[in-house]
């Protein structure tokens, strides 16, 4: 009898650990290594929101609370929704857990039956095919290139349907590419799922905050009214807040859905911390200012990296609507040899030669399910990101 569960062999190992490891590796050596692979800020939690978590501990709410979310931060997050998205949701119908990422998990481990597909553009956030997988789940992955700017077509969408989709999920401003769907583009979606009264959508918003230039972000829930009833809507303060550390995420969606989240939810961790709750209520209802200040500094990031890389031989950057990643295209790279010799044979090939022969880490394009690519995040000092692009370009030249 084996001593592992067959549904841990259902999952991949992280295809990014090898390279994080080998980063580390060379680091330990005393090589002078540039990260650019980090999905979080690189700025501090606001003042007002890490004070409201010591005033959650000096005034004693450190116990137990509601296992998805104190009554203030649904409450909280219910005027978050009204206020940023225009939509009207009760507090039965918010879910608070400990990410977002446990937020997903939880909606798909509480729907998922063998035989039920889940439709995902790719490139993807890491976790999501692994996560339906591990749900009892069939991922149905639907390449995204360069060509429509990783986004998925409605034509794309309604060929990857059949009767045994369960959801469609989805993330805009993405990870990995920073592409967003514009209004008129979701509105396009949504035609396609208003013919299949089968499908839900699961809409992960977690960059909703983070958009640059003309790029106005909207969520499928506003733009298609219709689609409110089959609709979760899935976000967080990690990115926007820059609390990636204290682990609250939510999401709204119909009450029988919630309802079976929190069921979950109560035999696995509870409640999230009572402490970053209270923290969250800050982040949500107090000054919102500082998120257009950090936007300014991500955007001034976002072209210096775009401008650099597109400048390199070989590499295609797109520039990217949100977030704090780019994925530029390397097809012109494939088949070459670098300078220290090793053969540019796919993605992950480019990565770790980079990696080995510059010093930078980045993550390839594999491990999001689109080749050949890689992906930067740009949440970083300007004078790392200078000196990497530089190493990258070098790099370029270098190959023959
Ligand atoms: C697209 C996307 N969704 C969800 C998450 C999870 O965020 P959280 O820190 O709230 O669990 C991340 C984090 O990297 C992400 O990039």
Redesign the pocket.
Known sequence: MPFLSETLSRVKPSPTMAMTNKAAELRAQGRDIIGLSA?EPDFDTPANIAEAGRRAIAEGRTRYTAVDGIPELKRAICAKFKRDNGLNYAPGEVSVGT????V?YNALMATLNPGDEVIIPAPY?VSYPDMVLLAGGTPVTVACGIETGFRITPDQLEAAITPSTKWFLF?SP??PTGAGYSQDELKALAQVLLRHPHVWVMT?D??EHLTFGDFRFTTPAQVEPALKERTLTVN?V??AYAM?GW???YAAGPEKLIRAMAKLQSQSTSNPSSISQWAAVEALTGPQDFIAANNAVFERRRDLVVAALNDCAGITCPVPDGAFYVYPDISGCIGKTSAGGAAITDDEAFATALLEEEGVAVVFGAAFGLSPNFRVSYATSDAALSEACARIRRFCEGLR
Do not use: A, H, P
């Not at 990410?99 to 446990?102: E, I, L, N, R, W």
């Open positions: 999905g990410g977002g990422k446990q997903l956030w993330n993405s990870n992960d977690m960059y967080g990690s990115k990636t682990r609250i995420g």
